[in-house]
């Protein structure tokens, strides 16, 4: 998609693409905040055994983990 200069459009061209997104925006379905919000509180829950960002990397599984110390003389 080729990408577009916004400051270069006339006003007529850059209401046209305002009212474009406009329609595609106003066809979404809308849910309520306090519905995603349980809905995406229920999959993180459901994950969390698996979740290393939660649960931590095991040392011997861990492919950062520093492999020798730092020496100085």
Same mark, same amino acid.
């Given at each position: 998609?080729?990408? /577009?200069?916004?400051?270069?459009?006339?006003?007529?061209?850059?209401?046209?693409?305002?009212?474009?997104?406009?329609?595609?925006?106003?066809?979404?379905?809308?849910?309520?905040?306090?519905? @995603? @919000?349980?809905? /995406?509180?229920?999959? /993180?829950?459901?994950?969390?055994?698996?979740?290393?960002?939660?649960?931590? /990397?095991?040392?011997?599984?861990?492919?950062?983990?520093?492999?020798?110390? %730092?020496?100085? %003389?």
């Amino acid at each position: 998609m080729p990408v /577009i200069n916004v400051e270069d459009l006339t006003d007529k061209d850059r209401a046209l693409m305002e009212v474009n997104q406009l329609k595609v925006e106003v066809k979404l379905e809308r849910w309520l905040t306090s519905k @995603c @919000c349980e809905e /995406i509180k229920d999959y /993180i829950q459901a994950g969390v055994e698996e979740d290393t960002l939660v649960k931590g /990397i095991s040392e011997e599984k861990n492919p950062f983990k520093e492999k020798g110390g %730092c020496v100085v %003389c």
